[in-house]
Nanobody
Framework: QVQLAESGGGLVQAGGSLRLSCAAS????????MGWFRQTAGKEREVVAG????????HYADSVQGRFTISRDNAKNTVYLQMNDLKPEDTAVYYC??????????WGQGTQVTVSS
């Protein structure tokens, strides 16, 4: 089992920045990938960014490429999402996830990000 604790959401004006954090605990040796997802009402959860734990390879959704940066601190088992130049369409509940097998199987509780125009 892996437990995830997210923090850093909030309200920001368009063009502003926020940084999300996600600390993993428990059986962290099983982590293959950690990622950030987001979800708005009535829509499916979508991937935002991910990082492969063993080699630090990252990937991003096209909609956030160049504005968001995912990074990790292995010593703290923590992944961060730096979000710059935020847009109203980035408003969502952001979830941290861990993939320890074929798919993402552990999730944080979610943190609200609201971008005002």
């Amino acid at each position: 089992q892996v437990q995830l604790a997210e923090s850093g959401g909030g309200l920001v004006q368009a063009g502003g920045s926020l940084r999300l954090s996600c600390a993993a605990s428990g059986n962290t040796d099983t982590i293959i990938t950690m990622g950030w997802f987001r979800q708005t009402a009535g829509k499916e959860r979508e991937v935002v960014a991910g990082v492969v734990w063993v080699n630090n390879i990252t990937h991003y959704a096209d909609s956030v490429q160049g504005r968001f940066t995912i990074s990790r601190d292995n010593a703290k088992n923590t992944v961060y999402l730096q979000m710059n130049d935020l847009k109203p369409e980035d408003t969502a509940v952001y979830y941290c996830g861990v993939r320890s097998g074929a798919q993402y199987d552990y999730w944080g509780q979610g943190t609200q990000v609201t971008v005002s125009s």
